[in-house]
């Protein structure tokens, strides 16, 4: 028995990438393997994203060009980590917020033995470079 | 918080941010303002006879309003509650996204738990504030 797509279930999967303008597509290319795979919710907040994404500044659409690459190298669980640990941060004062990519790079400069205990749970000591 | 304070709210918030909104959220929105408009009927009172003499003005909230009244306002004002918690929850994943993918931080600062970990140490982590 054939079957046939019903528009309530198209509706239900969210937009397909063939649906979209070519200006959207564009803009999330790097999404497309795995467009289909993303809930409707998600393919519409990216739908959004890509509506805001001429009215931003041309140093941060290439940044998230770049990070569009990253985002879909990790995987779901990953993802939701990522975004939990963004909303903690994003509650830090603007004093310290405004120091958080010091910090990032200082974290970097750190040994590989002292990041692999931090990311253990252990406390490191000594300083970055040290 | 009452029915006008409600209203205000909205009218603040639909004023600074209608431009934005996507057009299916427009389309709701017309849709709930036509539907508010149907169940108005000015050729009927809309007050009882005993509350006649009243002279209410703008959306007429408050007392001696009457049930033809109050409940297409009511419906109305629910579903842009509804409709406009939902378009700020949603406005504010897209920042989240935005920010996340456009922010200062790689993203792999934000994958990485030795750099939250790092954060705590040097007591820059909010649950240490």
Redo the contacts between chains.
């Keep these: 028995m054939p079957t046939t797509t019903r528009p309530a279930d198209a509706q239900a999967r969210g937009t397909a990438w063939s649906k979209l303008t070519p200006e959207q597509k564009s803009i999330l290319a790097p999404l497309q393997p795995e467009w289909d795979k993303l809930d409707p919710e998600r393919r519409k907040r990216w739908i959004g994203l890509a509506a805001r994404y001429p009215s931003l500044p041309p140093d941060r659409q290439q940044r998230i060009q770049q990070r569009m690459h990253e985002w879909v190298s990790l995987t779901p669980e990953q993802r939701a980590q990522a975004i939990e640990r963004y909303k903690r941060m994003k509650q830090l004062p603007p004093e310290k917020h405004d120091q958080l990519h010091q910090r990032w790079r200082e974290y970097q400069e750190l040994p590989e033995e002292q990041r692999q205990k931090l990311r253990e749970g252990r406390e490191a000591t000594g300083s970055p470079g040290k | 918080m009452n029915e006008n304070d409600v209203a205000g709210r909205i009218v603040a918030w639909l004023n600074q941010n209608l431009a934005d909104l ?1 057009a299916p959220t427009l389309r709701k929105l017309q849709a709930a303002r036509l539907a508010a408009m149907a169940a108005y009927r000015p050729d009927r009172p809309l007050w009882g006879h005993s509350k006649a003499g009243y002279v209410l003005s703008g959306w007429g909230l408050g007392r001696g309003l009457g049930t033809r009244l109050v409940l297409p306002v009511a419906i109305v004002l629910a579903s842009l509650t509804g409709l406009i918690y939902w378009q700020m929850s ?2 504010h ?2 920042e ?24 705590k ?2 007591n ?4 240490q ?1």
């Design positions: 996507p949603s406005h994943e897209e989240l996204d935005t920010g996340l993918l456009a922010g200062e931080l790689p993203i792999h600062a934000y994958t990485d738990p030795g750099f939250e970990t790092w954060l140490h040097s820059y982590a909010p649950s504030q």
